[in-house]
């Protein structure tokens, strides 16, 4: 009895070897995942909303009188049909939101004693839990706020690449053919974030970009590039910086977003090496989560714990099949899996 009090009075994790201590007490961890699923302490069944119930306790789950179905924390989260327990699935979180170039698969397979396609897909799954969610809803910069927009190019470097493929790229447009294009925006005064993959760097695309992230009437801040030279001053005070001869002028200047675009790259370069760009917006979502979550509005440093507090809080809501993931779901061959009848905790 006096182990088991222990064991419940323990202190939230502040660091990594104390979260793996922390959660590796499954009814600990199962605790403290139900707070944060139902943080109002009112439990309901997520597939109808319905909050009368029984509790299994020996198994874990709920069972609701309402749709005659059991449900424990991970349906409808990005953990539902998960194999793996809360005690992997929280320590993956941890890591992801604390090391500031993210972590490859091989590396959390080998720390989590999984294999190295259970990792990949689990942390894809936490990507989607750190999507911004208001993203081209609520809008950063407004009135007496300065806004930097900027694109980058993300891809391989012309002169690595084999003889083949380099002609192929030359014929698609030279250094910038063939690669992804990432746009954003960083709001100065909250030094938010907000960046998305975009299909071109056509003057409508781009512009479009801003006009649904940005309040009407920010300062707004960008280079010399055609496709911001003619429209953005009907909505916006638009400050245009010309790189061949300056990178800063005053306070314009985009250096804010080249910041964010370096520690981006650094990510997928040093970390990540090879990232299809079926994949890239969602290890840009990954980083502009970090970014954002680096301090508190006041200024102040946010802990590691407070940042995994935040993500896992996104969970809930979301979904992200293996199929959907692939791309298999899309496929007019393929069967899509469907949610399994037993629910691991």
Request: some cysteine; overall charge positive; aromatic content about 10%.
């Amino acid at each position: 009895m006096c182990v088991y009090g222990i064991v419940f009075l323990m202190k939230p994790p502040r660091t990594l070897q104390e979260a793996i201590t922390y959660f590796s007490d499954p009814d600990r961890a199962f605790e403290y995942a139900v707070k944060l699923r139902f943080p109002d302490g009112k439990i309901y069944c997520p597939r109808c909303g319905a909050e009368k119930y029984s509790f299994i306790k020996t198994r874990r789950l709920w069972f609701c009188y309402a749709c005659k179905k059991q449900f424990t924390v991970k349906v409808k989260t990005v953990m539902e049909d998960s194999a793996l327990g809360l005690d992997k699935w929280m320590t993956a979180v941890w890591m992801l939101v604390a090391c500031k170039n993210g972590i490859s698969s091989h590396e959390l397979a080998r720390s989590l004693g999984i294999t190295q396609k259970s990792a990949w897909f689990m942390l894809h799954r936490i990507r989607e839990a750190l999507k911004e969610r208001t993203f081209g809803g609520g809008k950063i910069g407004g009135a007496g706020n300065e806004v930097e927009t900027d694109e980058t190019f993300v891809g391989g470097r012309i002169q690595n690449m084999h003889k083949d493929r380099k002609l192929r790229y030359n014929q698609l447009g030279g250094v910038y053919g063939g690669k992804t294009i990432v746009h954003g925006a960083l709001d100065r005064t909250v030094r938010k974030v907000r960046a998305t993959v975009v299909p071109d760097v056509k003057r409508e695309t781009l512009q479009d970009a801003i006009l649904k992230n940005i309040k009407y009437g920010s300062t707004v801040y960008t280079d010399d590039a055609v496709a911001y030279m003619d429209g953005l001053q009907e909505n916006f005070i638009h400050e245009i910086l010309n790189k061949t001869e300056s990178y800063v002028r005053g306070r314009v200047h985009v250096n804010g977003m080249e910041n964010f675009w370096s520690l981006l790259k650094r990510g997928l370069k040093g970390t990540y090496v090879c990232v299809e760009p079926f994949h890239l917006s969602r290890y840009v979502d990954e980083q502009v989560f970090r970014y954002n979550h680096r301090k508190h509005d006041d200024r102040t440093k946010m802990t590691d714990a407070e940042r995994f507090k935040l993500a896992m809080s996104g969970v809930a809501g979301r979904r992200l099949t293996y199929d959907d993931l692939t791309g298999k779901a899309e496929s007019p061959h393929h069967q899509t899996t469907g949610t399994g009848t037993q629910e691991p905790f």
